[in-house]
Nanobody, 124 residues
Framework: QVMLVESGGGLVQAGTSLRLSCAAS????????MGWFRQAPGKEREFVAA????????KYADSLKGRFTISSDNAKNTVYLQMDSLEPEDTAVYYC?????????????????WGQGTQVTVSS
């Protein structure tokens, strides 16, 4: 199977930046897309960004307005989420996900593999 481990979360002030990492292990050759989702208390899990690490294509949630950037280091089997100009509304548990699909999807139910999540808290 594929195992995903997120890291890089923490408590920060509004206006600062964080860089999340997702390290993949196991049968990583079976995957093509990796994505980031987040879930705040009382909210449903929502799409943040995704990347097809074979082609480099990316997709973002429109509401983020260019503040977040997803990237991958294929040699290290790692994806990153650079988060700039953080706002209190960004506070959530952030999850890394992967799937065998060749097409980027924003639906959480379409991703087969999930990490344990990392907490991001932005104070005002």
């Amino acid at each position: 199977q594929v195992m995903l481990v997120e890291s890089g979360g923490g408590l920060v002030q509004a206006g600062t930046s964080l860089r999340l990492s997702c390290a993949a292990s196991g049968r990583t050759f079976s995957t093509a897309i990796m994505g980031w989702f987040r879930q705040a208390p009382g909210k449903e899990r929502e799409f943040v960004a995704a990347i097809n690490w074979r082609s480099g294509s990316t997709k973002y949630a429109d509401s983020l307005k260019g503040r977040f950037t997803i990237s991958s280091d294929n040699a290290k089997n790692t994806v990153y989420l650079q988060m700039d100009s953080l706002e209190p509304e960004d506070t959530a548990v952030y999850y890394c996900a992967a799937d065998n699909s060749l097409f980027i999807t924003t639906r959480a139910t379409n991703y087969r593999y999930w990490g344990q999540g990392t907490q991001v808290t932005v104070s005002s």
